[in-house]
């Protein structure tokens, strides 16, 4: 579940939440979380799309 991680947890992301976006760029594959992650690597601020209990959600959260 995503309550059990750490990160996920202290960026607001619940339990049953679905990603799908990080920064814009959409996830529809394995290799797309690799990609986001050199993309964002850098970034000051990452916007994670999530759809939340069938709603679209989106959580910004500020890299330090």
Known sequence: SLSSVP???QV???D??????VNGI???SQEKIGE???KVG?????RI???REGKPQM???KVQ
Do not use: H, P, Y
């Open 36 to 38: 986001i992650g050199t």
């Open 42 to 46: 850098n970034a000051n601020t990452i």
């Open 59 to 61: 959580i910004t959260v």
């Open 49 to 51: 799309s999530v759809l």
């Open 12 to 14: 607001g992301l619940k």
């Open 7 to 9: 990160l996920a947890k």
């Open 26 to 28: 959409t996830i529809d």
């Open 16 to 21: 049953n939440d679905v990603i799908q976006a």
